[in-house]
């Protein structure tokens, strides 16, 4: 009998020693996931925090950034128009161009000057008789396409009998620049500017217009660009 209660009694204890280990190793589901997640939160913050510092940019900040429109303002557009029987103003126009990266056109008669048609002293030349009229407007062949979307005009001719030739006036009637900014420069052997531009501004009398200037033919890119910054345009 003995015997027997000794075993029983040691079946009992090996009974509530395992159910106590079994208790023992059931933790709860939720607290582990609850532990994971506080965890995962923590380090995505502390990753935010450390790209913030070293000037990376989180993802979600950069395709912000990429679906912004571009705020960046455009730069004024600048066109260089010019008229030139002889190629002398053609030399400082190219130059301008260049110097302040604007855009090139060359005013193209219809019907082209011949050296006969620039002969000053005879009186029936064809530059004579246009000079001789005021109201002579010769004819242009092309057009400057958009000119809209020009803020600035610079406009170089040679100095005929002191003035512009009468093309210019053609070619300045021949558009709107209300609004603009306008300076023109010439080009001669002997001449000033004088009021060479004054039938230009007549003809564009809504436009804002800045001083000319003469060029001789050989005019440097330096002398040629120390006017056009001091137009105070770029």
Not at 13 to 27: P, Q, T, V, Y
């Given at each position: 009998?003995?015997?027997?209660?000794?075993?029983?009694?040691?079946?009992?204890?090996?009974?509530?020693?395992?159910?106590?280990?079994?208790?023992?190793?059931?933790?709860?589901?939720?607290?582990?996931?609850?532990?994971?997640?506080?965890?995962?939160?923590?380090?995505?913050?502390?990753?935010?925090?450390?790209?913030?510092?070293?000037?990376?940019?989180?993802?979600?900040?950069?395709?912000?950034?990429?679906?912004?429109?571009?705020?960046?303002?455009?730069?004024?557009?600048?066109?260089?128009?010019?008229?030139?029987?002889?190629?002398?103003?053609?030399?400082?126009?190219?130059k301008l161009a260049?110097?302040?990266g604007a855009d090139?056109?060359?005013?193209?008669?219809?019907?082209?000057?011949?050296?006969?048609?620039?002969?000053?002293?005879?009186?029936?030349?064809?530059?004579?008789?246009?000079?001789?009229?005021?109201?002579?407007?010769?004819?242009?062949?092309?057009?400057?396409?958009?000119?809209?979307?020009?803020?600035?005009?610079?406009?170089?001719?040679?100095?005929?009998?002191?003035?512009?030739?009468?093309?210019?006036?053609?070619?300045?009637?021949?558009?709107?620049?209300?609004?603009?900014?306008?300076?023109?420069?010439?080009?001669?052997?002997?001449?000033?500017?004088?009021?060479?531009?004054?039938?230009?501004?007549?003809?564009?009398?809504?436009?804002?217009?800045?001083?000319?200037?003469?060029?001789?033919?050989?005019?440097?890119?330096?002398?040629?660009?120390?006017?056009?910054?001091?137009?105070?345009?770029?």
């Amino acid at each position: 009998m003995k015997m027997k209660k000794i075993v029983t009694i040691l079946l009992a204890a090996i009974m509530i020693l395992s159910l106590a280990a079994c208790a023992g190793g059931n933790e709860p589901a939720g607290d582990s996931d609850s532990n994971t997640t506080s965890q995962s939160g923590s380090e995505g913050s502390k990753t935010s925090e450390e790209s913030r510092q070293s000037g990376e940019t989180p993802s979600n900040a950069a395709d912000s950034a990429d679906s912004s429109p571009d705020q960046e303002p455009e730069g004024i557009k600048i066109l260089v128009a010019y008229f030139s029987a002889t190629n002398n103003t053609e030399g400082v126009a190219q130059k301008l161009a260049e110097g302040l990266g604007a855009d090139l056109y060359k005013i193209t008669p219809e019907q082209p000057y011949t050296d006969e048609d620039l002969d000053y002293g005879d009186s029936d030349s064809r530059s004579s008789v246009e000079m001789n009229d005021p109201s002579a407007r010769p004819a242009i062949s092309g057009s400057v396409e958009n000119m809209e979307q020009y803020d600035v005009v610079l406009i170089g001719y040679p100095i005929w009998w002191g003035e512009a030739p009468r093309i210019m006036s053609t070619f300045m009637e021949s558009y709107d620049f209300s609004g603009k900014t306008l300076a023109a420069f010439c080009t001669s052997a002997s001449s000033g500017f004088g009021s060479s531009d004054s039938a230009l501004r007549s003809a564009a009398d809504g436009a804002n217009w800045l001083d000319g200037h003469r060029f001789s033919a050989g005019a440097s890119a330096d002398d040629v660009m120390e006017w056009a910054n001091g137009l105070g345009i770029n």
